[in-house]
């Protein structure tokens, strides 16, 4: 790779026609290397190996003032480029195929460089761009160079593993349905840039999904799901570990047909540690992403608040990818380097409420020159700033008794019939473009309305809560003691990366659900069959 890579920045250095030449250059393989196994009813469905190697190439014409890249980037449609026939590596890492391969990738992304280069000075003849930050940032070679090692992933092992797991949902006959799938893949990472970076290291992921469904006499599909993640084989979960989460979504799924749809709601709220961490993973930090901050279709919520308050002043946001566990938990945001050669490291993204920087990669942002080690990618997406480990910290030690105990007083001073707790989640979503609303969406699983003076918790569902990132930073009122880890993907313009979450229960003054859109299925004609328990 290395060889290539100065054989391509002497050649394309020479006069060519009057063109800009490079001024950097860098390539980075991904080779995965894993098996995924999945059934249900002590049965395995599927077990196919992982096995993938992919190639990235960066080039970049004119400056690192000002290069090909407009609005960071975030609106380029890769699928429409020539190079994107020539991401696929080859399975054999042979010295001259993969020479052969990045010359080819290489010359469509020169060429797809020059087009978006002179694009970009038409723009600029009648259009203003930001001039207030490079295009591409000055960074310290880095020389990172781990040792390979080798990781097994068993299929006979995970086959045994799930055909024992999934015939343990035998003896819950009503659930429809489910499964226990498991995954693990090594991901190695080779780079080299023209700057003289180099690195290669390796991470392990693991994902154990316990999930089903069942139905009410109405008809209402109703799902539970568990999700493992862990960094290591010893964060697989055991046996008798699947057998207590097969029974927990038992019961949740007979506590949710029980449950009767939720009505649209707007008042305060009490939410767990995840539910806090959804909120502030997609209503701020997708919106403290840099390349947000140079594009000309995003919202620019903060891109003016630096050295302004945006949250209570006992509030930190830090976002850490060196961080590998917190407390017994693995956290799947982890890595050592970024996707562009830059080391990782932590950034205080807000102190005591104050914002004092954004997620930059080498893209930064206007007022800031350097990465700080956040540009990730899938895979053949564009690198850009993402979040790894977000942590939300507060200064606020109240117990969750202490906390809903000032949520139904909310709700009596404001002679509302009840308040709404929210203790899991699934999933969110989120715009950040100016075209469109300037809103965030989260799926609870586990939802509860308060009675304002007994306290009593009444399971709901059927809901989705929304929300503005403004109005819902400016409505906490407190939070509690205990943190929570959501371990999971996130997905952006720069596809899909592992992410974690941690945070604190939250009471806030105004939280709005609304009625989630649900279809009603007729019952199966015949009775669910027998099955033997084994």
């Known amino acids: 790779m290395a060889r290539e890579l100065e054989r391509a920045m002497k050649g394309l250095s020479a006069p060519r026609e009057g063109h800009p030449?490079?001024?950097?250059?860098?390539?980075?393989?991904?080779?995965?290397?894993?098996?995924?196994?999945?059934?249900?009813?002590g049965s395995v469905f599927n077990s196919e190996p992982v096995n993938s190697c992919d190639l990235y190439a960066e080039v970049r014409v004119g400056s690192h003032r000002i290069d090909q890249s407009v609005d960071g980037s975030l609106n380029t449609e890769l699928s429409d480029r020539e190079s994107f026939n020539w991401l696929v590596g080859p399975q054999d890492l042979d010295d001259d195929t993969i020479r052969y391969t990045f010359w080819k990738l290489t010359d469509h992304k020169y060429k797809e460089a020059l087009q978006e280069y002179y694009d970009k000075k038409k723009i600029l003849i009648e259009q203003h761009l930001r001039k207030d930050a490079g295009s591409f940032s000055?960074?310290?070679?880095?020389?990172l160079n781990e040792p390979?090692?080798?990781?097994?992933f068993s299929a006979t092992r995970w086959e045994k593993f799930i055909r024992e797991a999934s015939s343990l949902f035998r003896k819950h006959r009503r659930l429809i349905?489910?499964?226990?799938?498991?995954?693990?893949?090594?991901?190695?990472?080779?780079?080299?840039?023209?700057?003289?970076?180099?690195?290669?290291?390796?991470?392990?992921?693991?994902?154990?999904?316990?999930?089903?469904?069942?139905?009410?006499?109405?008809?209402?599909?109703?799902?539970?799901?568990?999700?493992?993640?862990?960094?290591?084989?010893?964060?697989?979960?055991?046996?008798?570990?699947?057998?207590?989460?097969?029974?927990?979504?038992?019961?949740?799924?007979?506590?949710?047909?029980?449950?009767?749809?939720?009505?649209?709601?707007?008042?305060?709220?009490?939410?767990?540690?995840?539910?806090?961490?959804?909120?502030?993973?997609?209503?701020?930090?997708h919106r403290l992403e840099g390349e947000r901050m140079l594009s000309r279709t995003e919202g620019h919520t903060f891109a003016s608040k630096i050295g302004k308050r945006i949250l209570p002043a006992?509030?930190?946001?830090?976002?850490?990818?060196?961080?590998?566990?917190?407390?017994?938990?693995?956290?799947?945001?982890?890595?050592?380097?970024?996707?562009?050669?830059?080391l990782a490291r932590p950034v205080k993204l807000v102190e005591d409420g104050v914002l004092k920087t954004f997620l930059l990669s080498r893209a930064t942002a206007p007022g800031f020159k350097r990465s700080n080690g956040h540009g990730r990618h899938e895979r053949y997406q564009d690198p850009m700033a993402r979040m790894a480990n977000l942590i939300v910290r507060s200064k606020d030690q109240y117990s969750w008794a202490e906390l809903k105990d000032m949520l139904m007083e909310e709700v009596r001073r404001r002679g509302l019939p009840h308040g709404i707790m929210v203790k899991n989640v699934s999933s969110g979503e989120t715009r950040t473009d100016h075209y469109d609303f300037q809103a965030f969406k989260g799926i609870p699983t586990e939802v509860y309305t308060v009675h304002p003076k007994t306290g009593k918790e009444t399971?709901?569902?059927?809901?989705?809560?929304?929300?503005?990132?403004?109005?819902?930073?400016?409505?906490?009122?407190?939070?509690?003691?205990?943190?929570?880890?959501?371990n999971s993907y996130c997905y952006a313009e720069s596809g899909s990366v592992p992410v974690a979450?941690?945070?604190?229960?939250?009471?806030?003054?105004?939280?709005?659900?609304?009625?989630?859109?649900?279809?009603?299925?007729?019952?199966?004609?015949l009775p669910f069959p027998t099955i033997r328990r084994r």
Do not use: C
């Open 21 to 41: 030449r490079p001024f950097y250059i860098s390539y980075l393989l991904h080779t995965v290397r894993g098996q995924d196994v999945w059934g249900r009813y």
């Open 138 to 143: 000055r960074e310290d070679p880095v020389i």
């Open 148 to 152: 390979i090692r080798s990781v097994s």
């Open 177 to 285: 349905d489910p499964y226990v799938r498991i995954r693990g893949a090594s991901r190695v990472r080779i780079f080299v840039s023209s700057e003289g970076s180099r690195f290669i290291t390796q991470d392990d992921f693991y994902e154990v999904i316990v999930t089903a469904w069942s139905v009410t006499k109405q008809g209402a599909y109703l799902n539970a799901s568990r999700y493992f993640y862990g960094r290591d084989p010893k964060d697989i979960p055991s046996l008798a570990k699947v057998e207590s989460t097969i029974n927990a979504i038992a019961e949740d799924l007979k506590s949710l047909e029980k449950s009767r749809p939720m009505e649209p709601y707007a008042g305060p709220a009490l939410l767990s540690g995840l539910a806090t961490g959804l909120i502030f993973h997609e209503a701020i930090g």
């Open 314 to 342: 006992s509030v930190d946001l830090i976002d850490d990818p060196t961080l590998k566990r917190w407390g017994k938990q693995p956290l799947y945001g982890a890595y050592r380097i970024d996707d562009e050669g830059v």
């Open 459 to 486: 399971r709901v569902r059927d809901v989705s809560f929304i929300g503005t990132p403004l109005a819902a930073i400016q409505r906490i009122q407190a939070f509690g003691r205990d943190y929570q880890v959501d």
């Open 501 to 525: 979450t941690i945070a604190p229960p939250m009471l806030v003054g105004d939280l709005e659900l609304q009625a989630a859109v649900g279809r009603e299925y007729k019952q199966p004609i």
